[in-house]
DNA sequence: GTCTATAAACGGATAGAC
DNA sequence: GTCTATCCGTTTATAGAC
């Protein structure tokens, strides 16, 4: 499986390239051989390790988002030990769903990318490799977080921390895709853009005052444009 | 271009067809022979009628997003005239950006659905049908509203209103998109899934909170999980 | 485990009859 | 404007040599 060798194994060089170019095409409109082009392998090679296209590509996302059973809630579990049965705050429930939960655990796999378009992409494109094997501990991991926020948030119904927790996923995964469709990025040259960390920087205070908000649930919103 | 007779010709069933499985599947993965068998036409009148796929893809964003030129900023207009030099209150603004920038103007066009998938879809899948011919006047309207953001929240420097209008998109679009990787809205059988206006009511609350906080940039944020 | 060659189906687009 | 038949490139997947 590993070898002292200079380039990586055939099987690790597919995996790469399929990452990257499910990453930036999306899996319909990549094909096997734009993958093994990329790989530099014969096209076959894909079907002989990992049995079909969809495989290739559930084989992408296991490898992206660590190994089966990998606790993704340990950090919460320490949270809460030390926190001794009393609420986490909620600024520190944020940090660590955000780095904990959502974040991927595997690093950069180009150049020092921490942060992954992939797992952005999943949360979006349809057909198979998103919803189909997306891993349990996920929504594990997320029940487990609803539970913390409750605990820090009484005020809240259940259904208003879902919703947020929601929303969150919504922003974070927008943000991983990297998707910027009102060119906002390049319209105003904006700092920190495509910086993970400094992205993460400017939405904790954004997040975090829009969840500990009180709910206040108006019943006619919208006037009419 | 209308007919008094019950079926729709055939120009306006593929464009039907065609924007339901485009939501559905993403522009990739749906083939035009696809659409053609929905629509019940032969698969020449896609290039006859719209010259090429992506032809009719634009068609189909053209369509939904209401006619070229029209005014995306009049509800704006309409505020900024009414507050007469005066900064307009957020969640004022807040609604505003949701209801008319954001929103789309086609009704309905399979059952009632207001809210639409297509856009969703748009802020997230690569390749052509999505910001290659994303209309400008969205993008202008944005400008428009950082403005009148930026008057309002005179504390908060052009980026961190550029980055939270972006945030905002985000949130919008993954609700748009109506996807839910983490199955919270199975899990939880959440209140308001699926109606538009109740995700709304949710969403404005937390939105307008977390556009009013103080920016706060902190240097170190993360623990290792 | 790796590669070449090929199979079998599907993709978008078009020519030309009606 | 509508339809049939077809072209031609590309797709995934496989058979079989090495």
């Known amino acids: ?24 095409n999306g899996y319909a409109a ?6 093994t082009g990329a790989a530099g392998v014969p096209v076959a090679l894909v079907n002989y390790h990992f049995g079909s296209k969809q495989g290739l590509m559930e084989a992408v996302y ?8 990998g606790s993704r809630v340990s ?8 926190a001794g049965g009393q609420a986490i705050p909620v600024d520190v429930l944020v940090d660590a769903f955000l780095s904990s ?11 020092g990318e921490v942060f992954k378009q992939l797992i952005g ?15 349990i501990e996920y929504r594990e991991a997320v029940d487990r977080y609803r539970q913390a926020f409750m ?3 009484p005020h809240l119904s259940q259904d208003d921390v879902v ?7 919504g922003i974070v995964a927008y943000a991983m895709a990297g998707k910027d469709v009102m060119r906002m990025t390049e319209t105003y040259s904006l700092a920190d853009a495509g910086r993970p960390d400094g992205i993460l920087a400017r939405l904790r205070p954004f997040i975090v005052a829009g969840f500990v908000a009180p709910a206040g649930v108006m019943p006619t919103l919208f006037a009419s444009a």
Do not use: H, N, Q
């Open 75 to 82: 950090y919460l579990d320490k949270l809460e030990a030390e």
């Open 30 to 35: 990549t094909s096997v051989r734009m993958i």
């Open 101 to 111: 939960a959502l974040r991927l655990t595997r690093k950069d796999t180009i150049s």
């Open 1 to 24: 499986m590993a070898r002292s060798d200079s380039l990586p194994d055939a099987k690790t060089r597919i995996l790469d390239a399929a990452e990257r170019l499910f990453m930036e």
């Open 62 to 69: 296991e490898r992206a988002l660590g190994a089966r059973g």
């Open 163 to 169: 919703w947020r927790m929601y929303f969150i996923v």
């Open 151 to 153: 605990r820090t948030l």
């Open 121 to 135: 992409r999943a949360f979006y494109e349809p057909g198979p490799g998103t919803e189909a094997f997306f891993p």
